[in-house]
């Protein structure tokens, strides 16, 4: 018996592997919009303790999305209780359009996180958690039997059982040997064999926003599979972008739309952002709702600016629609313009919805005496390195970057940056908040003038709180 324990557990820690592959196909479509496919390798799924499983999932940009994010793909081993609703990532591997390991993410925060209703994590959490098929189990029973069969050969051992009935392996194997293998499995499993699916690209054309980051991303995306809390220094974000882009110079905004193909919209685009918020139209505006509260935080230097990625399950309503939100990130001066006006800085807060579309409100900061409690938390915590990002112990609440007047400016633009795809809902609040001069100085001190300049309005409606 202690001759057939090692491929036993050889058995179960290849589950937990991303190489493994089924004569079948492994990666089972979850969502797919316009920037990032998100699917499940449900070969993988393996039964823990306690009511959890864990599985392969992974997120496929678009190639617009992925000249941004700096990768091509992102595969993610995820443990999921399905008592709770929760989940937390074990592993992270980035990689490119040419399925070259990028960098890895391990030892990542294990802290369960809820699945938010209606959310691609609760669409993943489902896939996993839900009880399986009869052909689920059978084509599990092959895919064991090929695995043992293959370690047996290998070791020269003739099991006493034959492995052919063993579909239910996973659940039996006790409590405490299935922990010690995903254990040993967290911590050596290597990268995803490139060949394990073939990589897809989700269709070109309209942002569906990121991703979280997502798919896309881009937190360029979904909570489980965009970076959240890994203090390892990672790979820099404008080192990896192809091509390179800018805001002055050689790749500055007037030459965007020549360096990529898919960025032509850049220059031809109808509804471009940013724009002079000027002769709107004054309409009862239903109040923006937002749902924001204390969480947990990683702020990155992209090279441009600091975006920072928050928690999952918080978001805003426009227009009666939920848009979660992904991240936020700061620009100076305001690339928006309000009767001509520019302010000092503006914080755009990224969200998007359930069928990938985007909404970005923005809120306006104006330099004054008193420093802003919420900016000096992130200040307090800048990355030491350029491209690379910080996860503190501390918390923030993004609600306090918010004005207590929700009157408000609303529009349809672009993303202000490449791709700057089109379809955007904007609202751009009216009142602005305050920050210290010193607090801008910082900032100034980081970063030049990174915003986009004023695009044409093209006739397009703006309404505005009256």
């Not at 990130?329 to 800085?345: I, L």
């Amino acid at each position: 018996m202690t001759a057939r324990r090692p491929v036993r557990c050889a058995l179960l820690a290849a589950l937990l592997l991303p190489g493994f592959v089924s004569a079948e196909q492994t990666w089972g479509l979850v969502v797919r919009d316009r920037e990032r496919t998100v699917e499940i390798d449900r070969s993988s799924v393996i039964q823990s303790d306690g009511g959890q499983k864990v599985a392969w999932a992974r997120i496929m940009l678009s190639p617009e999305r992925a000249a941004i994010e700096g990768y091509a793909s992102v595969k993610a081993m995820n443990r999921y209780d399905c008592y709770n609703r929760s989940f937390f990532t074990l592993k992270r591997v980035y990689l490119d359009e040419r399925h070259v390991v990028l960098r890895e993410e391990g030892g990542l925060d294990e802290s369960p996180v809820l699945a938010a209703r209606n959310s691609v994590d609760e669409r993943l959490w489902q896939e996993v958690c839900k009880p399986p098929s009869v052909s689920d189990l059978k084509k599990i029973a092959r895919d064991v039997t090929a695995i043992a069969d293959a370690a047996n050969a290998d070791a020269g051992i003739t099991p006493l059982v034959p492995l052919s009935r063993s579909a239910a392996v996973p659940t039996d194997t006790p409590a405490r040997e299935t922990e010690r293998i995903a254990r040993h499995a967290r911590s050596t499993a290597p990268a995803p064999e490139a060949q394990s699916a073939p990589a897809e690209s989700s269709p070109s054309g309209k942002r569906a926003s990121s991703p979280r980051r997502s798919a896309a991303p881009a937190r360029e995306a979904v909570a489980s599979l965009a970076p959240t809390s890994s203090r390892a220094p990672s790979v820099p974000d404008f080192a990896l972008r192809r091509p390179e882009w800018s805001y002055e110079g050689d790749t500055g905004p007037d030459k965007w739309a020549a360096l990529h193909p898919e960025w032509a919209v850049c220059t031809q685009g109808k509804r471009q952002s940013p724009i002079d918020l000027r002769n709107g139209i004054a309409v009862d505006l239903e109040a923006p709702r937002f749902d924001y509260r204390e969480t947990g935080f990683r702020i990155a230097d992209t090279g441009r600016t600091l975006r920072v990625h928050v928690g999952a399950g918080m978001g805003v309503v426009l227009r009666s629609q939920r848009y979660e939100l992904e991240f936020f990130e700061f620009h100076r001066p305001s690339v928006e313009r309000v009767g001509g006006q520019a302010s000092d800085m503006v914080v755009h807060f990224h969200h998007r919805d359930a069928a990938g579309n985007i909404a970005i409100v923005a809120v306006l900061l104006e330099s004054g005496d008193r420093p802003h409690p919420l900016i000096q938390t992130l200040w307090n915590n800048l990355p030491l390195e350029r491209g690379t990002d910080y996860t503190p112990t501390v918390t923030i609440d993004p609600a306090g970057l918010l004005p207590a007047s929700s009157s408000h400016y609303l529009f349809m633009g672009s993303l202000e940056s490449p791709p700057c795809t089109e379809g955007v809902l904007w609202a751009v609040m009216k009142e602005p908040l305050h920050l210290s001069s010193e607090q801008l100085a910082i900032f100034a001190r980081l970063y030049a003038r990174n915003g986009r300049p004023i695009q044409p309005p093209n006739g397009r409606l703006i309404l505005e709180s009256r």
